[in-house]
Nanobody
């Protein structure tokens, strides 16, 4: 039906950059909010940034000025550009999306999570 798949994680040195991508696919009618969350070892999952279908963004203070969220509605894809990375940014990053999609005889809206992509910042 619908899949949400992240890519772009990896290992980088402090001060480096990474760009995460998350693509939604399937019988999609529309996508409202898309966002990124992260979960560091032994910590709860936390919000990083969100973006609406009208491209209104919200970025948490801890990454503001370093991370940028963007979106390509035509491709059902959301991006997270991460600059000036620090070891504190090390976490599994998850994509989240509110997706309206077609079922056999009706449409419905559901919140989807990706499988997560590891980001490791270390010297």
């Amino acid at each position: 039906q619908v899949q949400v798949v992240e890519s772009g994680g990896g290992s980088v040195q402090p001060g480096g950059s990474l760009r995460l991508s998350c693509a939604a696919s399937g019988s999609i009618i529309s996508i409202n909010s898309m966002g990124w969350y992260r979960q560091a070892p032994a910590k709860e999952r936390e919000l990083v940034a969100t973006i609406t279908s009208s491209l209104s963004t919200n970025v948490v203070d801890s990454v503001k000025g370093r991370f940028t969220i963007s979106r390509d509605n035509a491709k059902n894809t959301v991006y997270l550009q991460m600059n000036s990375l620090t070891p504190e940014d090390t976490a599994v990053y998850y994509c989240n999306a509110d997706i309206k999609y077609k079922r056999a005889y009706y449409s419905t809206t559901k919140n989807f999570w990706g499988q997560g992509t590891q980001v490791t910042v270390s010297s």
